[in-house]
């Protein structure tokens, strides 16, 4: 059976960049394209080259891609040429074979916001895309508000599809702009636009997640006919977003209908990258990852309920719709006061803790844990510290080294800009083996600005660990979440840490104290215990 060709356009450089608090350096575009094109899309978008400086150095250093790289403006301003167009000139200056000019389809936006007659902006289309075309630049229209244009004036919106066309426009995307068209008009509408006269391999699809239905609106499109889909990774964009290509890649290449009847760039074994990239696109922007993001967040292959865990342990796919490992995930069972024994069983055999159905002390471990979240611990999110509890339980934790004393003082003084500042330090006393070992460390950056207790302890703690300084010199603390669990004067606190190693490797362990610096510290010591081992550290 001879299946469609899908083309994937990758937007993340250009349109994701207009997420609030979004803005990529330079080394950061061209980082995210090169793991972009290890995908296997078929275009990149780099940027609107001109509209600012950082764009326009990309396009100066942009990586040789398999994709198309494409450089993004918009169609000539009435009253010049497109020869005499500085904004155009800037874009095709970029030096891309492809090039995506946006433009209006709306009645309202032509004579509202731009100011000008229909016809004008008609002519303003084909002009543009002739020039890129004869220049031969392969061109795609952007339709922005097409939607909403096909609603109020569907001849006039149509229209402007085909004057791009008509003057050499390879691609004309439909842009649902502001995020309000759902799925069922998405699917009508497209299939309308081919019925008048534009076939689907000159049909693209460009949602925004205002409603929350990017991904459904452009799988509308396609199963109406539309064979070039645009969108973001993480679903970066506007606003609430563009549709969300992490989430659509998989569903096309491991999901019915979708996987029978359409081939794309991307190949099935590229995917166990997916998750990967994704998270190396948050941690650029600093971000924690959303742990409930379909195919790639930490939970999304998560099974709490003891009912699941145990139809989980006999076959995988009775709680999972795809194997984690395809999208380059991992199964988690986490364990909880709702946990049972075939829970802990699995969660047990995935830290690599083979322990008989039988084993006595199974029980045990289930009435800690059941105990401590009743304190105010979380082992629901904090698999490293839920481990090394049970093997504590098991006699299966080494002793690398001890914990003889720690503080934390902090002190106002003034800096060199004399101005206030606090200034923690942190002491950890360890001993290993025979030998104790004093570590100091402060908390405060070059302009003087405190960085707290908890920084300061992090520090101290793995500034000289003696022979497992090795193991951790590569730990990083990744994310850091304060709860108070119980109110009053008698208030706990909880500190779930996320750390994450030079491997990419991540994980999560707790504390709970009265203390927030107790708390933080015991969170901060699992997450090095854990580390040690997993490593297979030696015992001193």
Known sequence: MTRDRLTLYDTTLRDGQQTQGVQFSTPEKIRIAEALDTLGLDYIEGGWPGANPTDSAFFDAAPKTRAKMTAFGMTKRSGRSA???????????????????VGKSHVFHVETALGISLDENLDNLSKSFTHLTAQSREALFDAEHFFDG??????YALSCLHAALEAGARWVVLCDTNGGTLPDEIHRVVGEVMAAGIPGEKLGIHTHNDTETAVAGSLAAVDA???????????????????NLTTLIPTLLLKEPYASQFETGVHVEALDSLTRISRM???ILNRVPHRHAPYVGASAFAHKAGLHASAILKDPSTYEHVDPAVVGNTRIVPMSN???QSNLRRRLAEAGLEVARDNPALPGILDEIK????????????????ELLARRALGQLPTFFEVKRYKVTVERRKNKYNKTVSLSEAVVVVKIGDQKMLSVSESMDDTGSDRGPVNALSKALAKDLGPYQRYIDDIRLVDFKVRI??????????????SEDGSGRRWSTVGVSPNIVDASFEALLD??????????????
Not at 86 to 100: I, K, P, Q, R, S
Not at 485 to 498: C, F, K, N
Request: glycine fraction near 12%; charged fraction near 20%.
């Open 371 to 386: 105990a401590r979240e009743d304190q105010g611990y979380s082992y629901d999110t904090a698999q490293a510290s839920f």
């Open 485 to 498: 669990t119980q109110g009053g004067t008698e208030a706990v606190t909880r500190v779930i840490i996320d």
């Open 338 to 340: 709702q946990a049972g």
């Open 281 to 283: 696109l948050d941690d």
């Open 527 to 540: 997450a090095v215990v854990w580390k040690l081992v997993r490593d297979g550290a030696p015992v001193s």
């Open 83 to 101: 020869e005499n167009d500085e904004v155009l000139a800037a874009v095709m200056n970029a030096g891309t074979d492809t090039v995506c000019l």
């Open 225 to 243: 006919g539309a064979r070039q889909i645009q969108g973001t990774l993480n679903g970066l964009g506007e606003r609430c977003g563009n549709a």
């Open 150 to 155: 096909y609603r109020a004036n569907p001849d």
